[in-house]
Nanobody, 124 residues
Framework: QVQLVESGGGLVQTGGSLRLSCAAS????????MGWFRQAPGKDREFVAA????????YYGDSVKGRFTISRDNAKNAVYLQMNVLKPEDTAVYYC?????????????????WGQGTQVTVSS
């Protein structure tokens, strides 16, 4: 059973940076896609970024391109989201997600394993 645990959220001022981490366990992740999604109050869950566990190819949501970077450390079974130039509209709960063989998908419904989320708040 896949387990995902996020950390690194917090309060940051506009223009600041945060690095989220996702610790993954429960199986080997070869062939998996690891993603980050976010959900603000009253809004649908939004795709942020995803990375292929093998090869490291990435893709991003339009609202974060050029500001956020997703990466992974296969040896540590960890996925990261470096967030720079943060804006108040980035405020949300950020979730780590995983699924086998869904590279290219930005749909939350495509991912079957989820973490509990970590709050990111960007003050103006």
């Amino acid at each position: 059973q896949v387990q995902l645990v996020e950390s690194g959220g917090g309060l940051v001022q506009t223009g600041g940076s945060l690095r989220l981490s996702c610790a993954a366990s429960g199986r080997t992740f070869s062939g998996y896609v690891m993603g980050w999604f976010r959900q603000a109050p009253g809004k649908d869950r939004e795709f942020v970024a995803a990375i292929a566990w093998v090869g490291g190819n990435t893709y991003y949501g339009d609202s974060v391109k050029g500001r956020f970077t997703i990466s992974r450390d296969n040896a540590k079974n960890a996925v990261y989201l470096q967030m720079n130039v943060l804006k108040p509209e980035d405020t949300a709960v950020y979730y780590c997600a995983a699924e086998f063989g869904v590279f290219g998908s930005n749909e939350a419904e495509s991912f079957g394993s989820w973490g509990q989320g970590t709050q990111v708040t960007v003050s103006s």
